[in-house]
């Protein structure tokens, strides 16, 4: 299938009797999937249709992360191997966008020949104009930062949400919502405020009525996204006035939100999860290392001691709650000591769940070139026994769940176990419910009766039973 634009008109570029296709490769976090399904969105205006292999797509897309440098080396591994789908059908554009797009620029362009575009974290709503411009032949960059100078914006236009538009992520259980984008805190590890650019705020009206569009879809849980969630702010609201309002939306069961940042965790968001129905018993509070010095070198602004004041206060308000972390060993300068510190905060707040990275030395950010950067296996080795005590802490604490009652969002049948249902509790554990059939999207009271590998097992127990 030939994509049948004329470049001169534009308008006409889609055939509507033959829909083209499209395949999307989205690396790296979850505003990166977000992104991606507001890529597919748009290309189904434009007549696109997705499908599950590059090899049968007229339009291959590559959506790039950065935030480490094997998520890079992966997206140029890809692009290597895609050069072989565009050396066998000439025809096929390969555009990449995300991130690392928005860092390299049209550095990709040289590097890799196969590629028609490249596009830049704020450029995507840009696609079928881009599009267009590569049907008139031409190669195309486009990573011109929108204008941040207004504080407010709605950075996502139009969204035209509607049952048939809306692409197979979107259409689940559980969904994602960008509410801010961008970063301040240059963290001295981060490349994100230079591949998303400084933070901005989206319109409360204009959230609200994305998120009714997707519970009018089926979603049951709504994950607010933001690269420092908790500073959303507009003229309007603030991140727990916006909390307040998404509680409201019929239909809808659970909020969550990721990822905030500890020196703007403050009492009245704690308390909002004391107080608000759908707000979930999760926070994913990313503190990076345990060391102050370190934390100092990161340019964190929070110490342990604030730190771990907030954990004593968030458990105060919500005893039940679930908390996971990022964390970053090997950070230049990081000596065993430090990295003892970290042992011991991990072993003082016993987190549910872990995200732990070595350091990665990213370009544009001043960590790359502090001296004292750790040996990779001195890295390697403090990774696994960070992961190694974690392992024991997280098994723990499933353990501590069972015999306690929760409730379960029904994400689907368990992939092995016929019969058998999954699904979270509001705390995010996975849980298996054996002989029980149930819609995605149900909420199932059970009491946990035991935990196995990765997940919990409940049984059903109707609310006023034993
Ligand atoms: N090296 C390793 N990990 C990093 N992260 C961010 N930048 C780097 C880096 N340069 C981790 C942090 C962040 C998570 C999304 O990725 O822990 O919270
Ligand atoms: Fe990767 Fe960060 Fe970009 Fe997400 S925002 S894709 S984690 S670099």
Redesign the pocket.
């Known amino acids: 299938m030939k994509p049948t634009a004329d470049p001169k008109t534009g308008a006409s570029a889609t055939n509507r009797s033959q829909p083209k296709s499209v395949y999307i490769k989205t690396f790296?976090?979850q505003?990166?999937d977000y992104d991606s399904a507001k890529m597919l969105e748009q290309l189904r205006g434009e007549n696109y249709l997705p499908v599950e292999s590059p090899r049968d797509a007229d339009l291959i897309l590559v959506n790039t992360?950065?935030?480490r440098e094997k998520?890079e080396h992966k997206v140029y591994s890809l692009l290597g191997s895609l050069g072989e789908i565009k050396r066998s059908r000439p025809d096929v554009v390969i555009g990449v966008g995300?991130?690392v797009s928005q860092q390299r620029g049209d550095e990709i362009l040289k590097r890799v020949r196969s590629v028609d575009m490249v596009f830049g974290t704020d450029n995507l709503f840009e696609l079928p104009e881009m599009l267009r411009e590569v049907a008139g032949g031409n190669r195309v960059v486009r990573t011109a930062w929108h204008d941040r100078k207004r504080k407010v914006d709605n950075f996502i236009p139009d969204f035209r949400l509607d049952a048939a538009s809306l692409p197979k992520a979107a259409q689940s259980v559980k969904a994602c919502l960008a509410i801010t984008k961008g970063c301040n805190n240059y963290c001295t590890f981060c490349?994100?405020p230079y591949?998303?650019g400084r933070e901005v705020s989206r319109e409360p009206d204009n959230i609200l009525a994305e998120a009714q569009a997707l519970v009018d879809n089926g979603a049951r849980e709504i994950t607010l996204l933001g690269?420092n969630v908790n500073s959303y702010k507009t003229g309007s609201a603030r991140f727990v006035d916006l909390l307040e309002q998404l509680n409201g939306i019929g239909g809808l069961a659970r909020i969550r939100y990721t990822s905030p940042h500890p020196k703007d965790f403050g009492e009245e968001l704690a308390a909002a999860h004391a107080r608000l129905p759908k707000l979930c018993e999760y926070i994913h509070l990313p503190v990076q290392s345990g060391s102050n010095r370190i934390l100092k070198a990161m340019r964190r602004n929070h110490t342990i001691e604030s730190y771990l004041d907030k954990v004593t206060m968030i458990r105060e308000k919500v005893p039940a709650m679930a908390l996971s972390t990022d964390i970053i060993v090997g950070f230049p300068g990081e000596t065993d000591q430090d990295f003892e510190d970290t042992l011991s905060l991990m072993r003082q707040v016993r987190f549910d769940h872990l995200f732990a990275f070595k350091f990665s030395p990213r370009s544009d950010t001043p960590a790359a070139d502090y001296r004292h950067q750790v040996p990779e296996g001195v890295r390697a080795e403090r990774l696994a026994r960070l992961f190694e005590l974690h392992e024991v802490i997280r098994k723990e604490r499933s353990e501590a769940l069972i015999g306690t009652r929760q409730e379960v969002l029904v994400e689907g049948p368990h992939p092995r176990e016929t019969g058998a249902v999954t699904g979270r509790t509001r705390g995010n554990k996975p849980v298996t419910i054996p002989r029980r059939s149930a819609e995605p999207g149900e909420l199932v009271p059970v009491t946990i009766v035991a935990l196995r590998h990765q997940s919990l097992v409940g049984r059903e127990t109707p609310s006023g039973s034993q």
Do not use: E
């Open positions: 790296g976090c505003m990166n992360c950065a935030i998520s995300g991130c490349v994100v591949t998303r690269q």
